[in-house]
């Protein structure tokens, strides 16, 4: 029922923003511009690819946000109750790969703060090293997801704000080192 519903158009917006906005982004922009694009050529990739993306996203999240019905029940109607099987295994597929990318950046981001923390002797092995830093920041996520979804929610309005001033002090940063947009 709708009452039950908890979610609202910022909180949908918040989950956007931290999808968006977030290292594997950057990092293709930046692996944009070093195979030759301008800046401003890579942020409109990126940003159409996430457009591009988006559209369809709130076309198949519509019934589900209007009328609570979750994507297995309605793919149903399009493709049966078997040929709805294969979609929800492509769509975890694609989640997998998602979460399995945001894991792996993460990691590194764990492992990268705690040598700079300890330096470069607190590391025994770098392959362990960057396994335990991947395993500690799975631990992290697990935690969300087994708290549910309002957990999420919660986590990503407080995120949302946070990431796009972290961006636009990157952006100030960088054009500061530079001292122009153009390369």
């Known amino acids: 029922p709708i009452q039950s519903r908890t979610?609202?158009?910022?909180?949908?917006a918040s989950l956007w923003v931290g999808l968006v906005v977030c290292v594997p982004t950057y990092t293709l922009a930046s692996g944009l511009i070093s195979m030759g694009m301008n800046w401003w050529q890579a942020i409109l990739t990126v940003t159409l690819g996430n457009i591009i993306?988006?559209?369809?996203?709130?076309?198949?999240?519509?019934?589900g946000a209007k009328y609570g019905v979750p994507f297995p029940v309605l793919i149903r109607a399009s493709f049966g109750i078997r040929g709805a099987n294969i979609q929800s295994i492509l769509r975890g597929l694609v989640a997998c790969g998602w979460f399995g990318i945001?894991?792996?950046?993460?990691?590194?981001?764990l492992y990268a703060c705690w040598l700079a923390i300890f330096g470069e002797e607190a590391q025994s092995t770098p392959e362990l090293g960057t396994f335990v830093a991947f395993f500690i920041?799975?631990?992290i996520n697990m935690y969300f997801i087994w708290a549910g979804t309002d957990s999420i929610k919660w986590m990503e309005t407080l995120a949302a704000p946070f990431?796009?001033?972290?961006g636009l002090a990157l952006l100030f940063w960088a054009y500061?080192?530079?001292g122009s947009f153009s390369v």
Do not use: D, K
Not at 53 to 63: E, K, R
Not at 163 to 166: K, P, S
């Open 7 to 12: 979610w609202g158009t910022l909180h949908i």
């Open 53 to 63: 993306v988006l559209v369809p996203m709130i076309l198949n999240g519509h019934a």
């Open 102 to 109: 945001q894991t792996l950046i993460g990691g590194a981001a």
């Open 137 to 139: 920041f799975w631990l």
């Open 163 to 166: 990431l796009i001033i972290c």
């Open 176 to 178: 500061r080192q530079v």
